[in-house]
């Protein structure tokens, strides 16, 4: 009898997966064979890169309430440290880029290190000094470059087992395998006891403490997996879309960049981390159209970057106010509104 009642359950729990295949079909294989050169250059692969950072922050800010805003320093980190495995050592590349994640990782875990006092803005102010300490040793130490006079390297070719992975297609497959496995492993990451423990200290970190919550191993542990993500994503942003390896590519404003893609797109939740990116990636290109459309490409590009950031203000004012959960909360509740019309 069980049986025959659990039956229609477990049907409707594989088919609520059918909707991610479709998705991971149509962006593996339909979007390689049918999408312009241009829209996986400039649109795709600084979104991958971008979401991916989004991701690893969002584990740590939106699970575990530990302000940041150091993004960018840890994406220069793993950019470098690959650059550098690249240069010195011709290790293969699944271990370079394991080995770029494990150094943001322990300089994450060494600017991670106040959170075990500190909390809020001084937290928060702590991180930004990780942001100007990387950002002047990559520029102050050519050895990080490689002493490149101009400190701008060309990013090295990408290859595995042989097969070149230079080409932009080969390039937008291998940031989308590994942004997919990162966020699977992120969501058993949270879904998990590690994960419990964290939104357990976002709540409350003094009756964390009482209920027997690891409090300092817990943030130390969050701030290392998330510089991990953030420092591959940092690769993704320097080896498959800017193609090139320089600290400038992770400013103060790459920082702020990351910590908007997770207030848009939603605190708490993986699919905000995807949404925001989105966001972030197109709009620019939207309101550049626009401009060109609108006044024949007379206004100047720095005009244009300083009104694309009052609109970007004025949305995150407007999501906190009005929608502080974000485009994942919006999304969840027209899905609610179109299933009541179904």
Known sequence: M??????????????RHWPLVAVLLVVFIGVPAFAPVYVLEAILLPFLALALAGVGLNLLTGYGGQVSLGSAAF????????????????LPLPLTILLSALT?????????????????FYLAVSTLAAQFFVQWAL???GWF?????????????LSWLGY??????????????????????????????????????????TA??????????????????????????????AFTYLRTVEPAGFDLDRSFDVLFIIIIGGLATLRGAFLGAGLIVVFPLLLSRLSALAFGGMIDSGVLELVQ???????????????????????????RRFSRIL
């Open 2 to 15: 069980s049986a025959i009642v659990d039956a229609p359950l477990q049907t409707s729990n594989n088919l």
């Open 75 to 90: 994406m220069a980190v793993g950019a470098f440290a690959a650059y550098n495995i690249q240069l010195r050592l011709s």
């Open 104 to 120: 943001a990782a322990a300089v994450g875990l060494i600017f991670g290190l106040p959170s075990l006092r500190l909390r809020g």
């Open 139 to 141: 520029t102050k130490f």
């Open 145 to 157: 470059s490689n002493y490149s006079p101009s400190g701008v390297i060309s990013a090295p070719a």
């Open 164 to 205: 070149s992975l230079d080409g932009t297609t080969a390039r937008y497959l291998l940031a989308l395998s590994l942004v997919t496995l990162i966020t699977l492993g992120v969501w058993a990451f949270t879904t998990g006891p590690l994960g419990n423990d964290l939104i357990a200290i976002r709540d409350n970190e």
């Open 208 to 237: 964390a403490q009482i209920i027997g919550v690891p409090v300092l191993k817990t943030k130390l542990v969050a701030f290392a997996v998330s510089s991990a993500i953030i420092g591959v994503a940092g690769f993704l942003w």
């Open 309 to 335: 950031r009052i609109i970007l203000g004025v949305l995150i004012i407007a999501f906190l106010i009005a929608e502080p959960n974000g485009l994942a909360a919006i999304l969840d509740r027209v899905k």
